[in-house]
């Protein structure tokens, strides 16, 4: 299979779903354009070309403007694709997602469709400081009416943006900017479809379960590959979507393996890491043989030197000294 | 500006209507009959009438807190509206909503939801605009706040965007000069707030909200811009509140002049005393307006309560994602 970049694949499931559906429109800063030809990380690129100005718009600086504006085309039929450029920006639209958009369908008796997607860059890694990196997922997972995606490599970005693009509720689209242009992928050429709600396992596994998102999926991967030689099978779990969540399959796993370590790239108190371990010791008590530990950054502002953001954020060794703490092994 | 008789009369008939519900609600929360929010709409009929009468089936609205008429001459039905404050099942929102107050519509009427959230409707209205254009239907979007959401932030984003794509939005400021308690002079630099216009290069002008003709005259000239692609108008259009900002608020911060002031300022006698002078109506058919107002209420009333249901509680949880 041929193998392309995050972004690539982004940018296939834009066109894909454009040519598509003649309702779906994207706009947002510096989409046209930008530093990438075509967005910041070029996961626009050519759509303007392709699709024109009436579809592909360049907004001003303006996210309360931006994130209220696709609640609007949403409610007079189209299927509006918001980019809200870095992560970090969605605290400015909170207001018009948590107080308008969520609740829109609700409000209206379930009598229409809240086709939005708001896309992102979010996360740390590139030494973009703690204005352009953070990682806001859980507080919108908090929300009712929303659905939060966070997509862990190539293939799923596009199966997953295709399926959010033709949901009828407002999605949260969380693409990680460190795996853009570093992580390729095989990419089916044909039409595909992942549905929200449904995880993966990344890796199979026997000892520990480790469930992770976004651009910690691939360092727990690389985690469980040190820990197989130290003898330890851990088996990796990519929820995908935050809300939904698909609790059967993480469930399945911890039932196998008896422990449970997550890892994901927000702060540990209060991150999302909290809701799983919950529903672990709600529903999977009887299969738990350890306690289930938690790998985040720290509780701190996102710093920006190398050697500091390396301290700040998840890493190998982080993620199997958590991996120890449920599980005896050799070297340890 | 062309208007017949017939349209006076239709005009005359929605400012009665729009002021007798107002005094009725009203009513009908110091009776104890409904509950949550109200925030009375007494004063404003002239500016709904002035910017609604000349909309079509295409447009949209968004309404704001203060008054019903918006939403009723885009069709939506008052029984359903009636019984949406009730809370009750076949009710606009399903029982689950402050309907009256904030976040009802009915988008097969045109009519977006408002929000609680002061202000934050401006920008969504602005993005119907950008729907309406992206589509390239032929709608133009009416969007009614007050004198407080023209200081919040998403009026300024919202008017600099809708003016940058030239979007059909008429933004109608309806300035009755106190955000709850604090006055525009308090609150700003300015007295006339259509003068921000200029800051985004669109089209601002002020008009009094009594003077029902002059606002729909304004509202024809922005509307009529607005479906020919030139984009956005800044409509304020400057009225009293005849009460406190809402039912529980017992109105200490005004004095009893300004209070007359606003009151020597009522749409529904000024409108009458135009068209009765100009030969246009007699006072019997103006009781028969009364008249057929005050049954078309009542009927909503009784439907409400005699012929609704109440929601199950479970009902909340319908409608918070699609049916999978």
Known sequence: ?332 | MKITVKQLKEMMYWIVLGRKIEEKITLLFKEGRLRGHHHPGIGVEGIHVGCCFGLGAEDYVVPSHRGKLPELMMGVDLKYLMAGYYNRREGLGGGRVPTGSHMYGDMSKHVIPGTGIIGSLIPVAMGAGLGIKVKKAKGVVVAFFGDGAANRGDFHEALNMAAAFRLPVLFVLQNNRYSISVSVEKATGMEHLSVRAAGYGIPGKTVEGCEVLEVYEEATRAIKRAREGKGPTLLECMWHRWTGHSISDADIYRTDKERREGEAKCPVLAFKAKLISEGALTEDEFSEMEKRADDVIEAAVVYSEKECTDPDPSDILRGVYARG
């Open chain 1, 1 to 332: 299979m041929r193998e392309i970049t995050y972004v690539e694949a982004i940018n296939e499931a834009l066109i894909e779903e454009m040519d598509r559906d003649d309702g779906v429109f994207i706009f947002g800063e510096d989409i046209v354009v930008g530093y990438g030809g075509g967005g910041m990380f070029g996961a626009t690129r050519g759509l303007a070309d392709r699709f024109g100005p009436d579809r592909v718009l360049d907004t001003p600086l303006s996210e309360v403007a931006i994130s209220g504006a696709a609640l609007g085309a949403a409610l007079v039929g189209l299927r509006p694709i918001a980019e809200i450029m870095f992560g970090d920006f969605l605290t400015i639209t909170m207001d018009q997602i948590v107080n308008n958009v969520a609740k829109m369908r609700w409000v209206l008796n379930d009598e229409v469709d809240v086709p939005i997607v708001y896309r992102t860059s979010y996360g740390a890694g590139i030494g973009a400081g703690f204005h352009h990196s953070q990682s806001f997922e859980a507080w919108f997972a908090h929300v009712p009416g929303l659905k939060v995606v966070m997509p862990s490599d190539p293939a799923d970005a596009k199966g997953l943006l295709k399926a959010s693009i033709r949901d009828n509720d407002p999605v949260i689209f969380m693409e990680h900017k460190l795996l853009y242009k570093r992580l390729s992928g095989p990419v089916p050429e044909e039409e595909y479809l992942i549905p929200l709600g449904k995880g993966e396992i990344k890796r199979a596994g026997e000892d520990v379960t480790i469930i992770a998102t976004g651009a910690m999926v691939r360092l727990s991967l690389e985690a469980a590959e040190v820990l197989g030689k130290k003898g330890v099978s851990a088996e990796v779990i990519d929820p995908r979507t935050i809300q939904p969540l698909d609790e059967e399959l993480i469930l399945g796993s911890v039932k196998k393996t008896g422990r449970a370590v997550i890892v994901h790239e927000a702060p540990v108190f209060g991150g999302f890491g909290g809701e799983i371990a919950a529903m672990l010791a709600d529903k999977g008590i009887d299969y738990l043989d350890g306690p289930v530990k938690r790998v985040g950054a720290l509780f701190t502002p996102i710093p920006n030197w190398n050697r500091m953001e390396k301290y700040y954020l998840p890493d190998i060794e982080k993620i199997v000294n958590a991996v120890a703490e449920v599980i005896r092994f050799e070297g340890r």
